[in-house]
């Protein structure tokens, strides 16, 4: 699908109704359904549906299925970026929860962060690294690909990689350069399955105003466990 124009992107995002929508996906890091988002932005199931439409006829939702119910994410990372940008512009919208961009949150940004539903900062690069150390991916025709200890490695993680490869489209698996190339984390639905497990076991918690993800001592020493930190 190639870029919307710009008129329809301006658009889609000149309703506080569908920004609200957009900030909370933003904010969570992760998917919702039209019911949940019906909610975020205080509007009845119809109105939802319009407004997820646009944002979806825009290029800033993506839209996929399992089973029945249908769930919503930001649709890129550059989605992600321009939204990034825009707030840091912008007076606070009134009704809708703004990240807020001080000292304290950047340094939480930095040592970890939700990029697209992937673990980007300090500990995503950390995980990145020790998978690669551990030869779990590989260059196949299309790109990155996981080998057979790579997935081995991420079974024993409690990654269901087959149920996850049925329930979503697009790549498994590859770098994700949000800020800067030096500072890849590892990107695609294996690495959004990987985060939900850590948030799952309580490893960490999302920032309930932004895309800091803040661990426990006791998560950050289970990340390590997990994925042991690579000199240099």
Not at 112 to 123: D, K, T
């Amino acid at each position: 699908m190639g870029r919307a124009e710009f008129s329809r992107v301006a658009g889609a995002l000149a309703d506080k109704g569908r920004v609200s929508m957009l900030i909370s996906l933003l904010g969570e890091g992760t998917r919702r359904t039209a019911t949940e988002l019906a909610e975020v932005a205080g509007v009845s199931p119809p109105t939802a549906s319009n407004h997820l439409a646009k944002l979806t006829d825009a290029g800033l939702l993506e839209r996929t299925r399992e089973g029945r119910r249908c769930y919503f994410t930001i649709a890129s990372n550059g989605v992600v970026g321009a939204l990034d940008a825009l707030m840091a512009i912008s007076e606070p919208i009134e009704g809708v929860d703004l990240p807020m961009d001080d000292g304290a949150a950047e340094r939480a940004m930095s040592v970890a962060r939700s990029c697209y539903g992937h673990l980007a900062g300090a500990l995503g690069e950390q995980v990145f690294k020790s998978l690669e150390a551990r030869n779990a991916f590989a260059e196949g025709p299309s790109g990155m690909e996981l080998t057979p200890r790579g997935r081995a490695i991420l079974t024993a993680q409690g990654l269901d990689i087959d149920k996850l490869s049925r329930a979503h489209k697009g790549e498994a698996c590859r770098p994700c350069a949000e800020r800067t190339p030096e500072a890849s984390h590892l990107g695609g639905y294996i690495a959004r399955g990987l985060l939900d497990i850590m948030l799952a076991r309580g490893w960490a918690v999302a920032d309930e105003k932004g895309r800091a993800l803040h661990f426990s001592e006791e998560g950050r020493a289970a990340l390590d466990r997990s994925f042991p930190p690579i000199e240099g």
